[in-house]
Nanobody, 120 residues
């Protein structure tokens, strides 16, 4: 089994910064794609930032220039640095990992989510 756990959410004022962390654990053989998604009441979960195994990244237009996704391969960690936060960034943020597991097979794993609230 593969487990994913997010951390780092919280309450921040507009213009502030937060860094979310995502830890993959269990029978991970590889992480081939990773991403951060967010969800607000009444809206579907949507991608915020994604990264593939070759390091290429994609960002939602609303966060370009403010958010940065990064990874630490040996530690199976993925991060989301969020700067210049806006009220509309308030959401539950989820980490998604995809790859191959031991002894065989592929996986798609989601974390439980971490709340980010931007408020003055």
């Amino acid at each position: 089994q593969v487990q994913v756990a997010e951390s780092g959410g919280g309450l921040v004022q507009p213009g502030g910064s937060l860094r979310l962390s995502c830890a993959g654990s269990g029978s991970i053989a590889s992480i081939d794609a990773m991403g951060w998604y967010r969800e607000t009441p009444g809206k579907e979960r949507a991608p915020v930032a994604t990264m593939s195994s070759d390091g290429s990244t994609n960002y939602a237009d609303s966060v370009k220039g403010r958010f940065t996704i990064s990874r630490d391969n040996p530690k199976n960690m993925v991060y989301l640095q969020m700067n210049s936060l806006k009220l509309e960034d308030t959401a539950v943020y989820y980490c998604n990992l995809r790859g191959y597991k031991r002894p065989w097979g592929s996986y798609v794993a989601w974390g439980q989510g971490t709340q980010v609230t931007v408020s003055s």
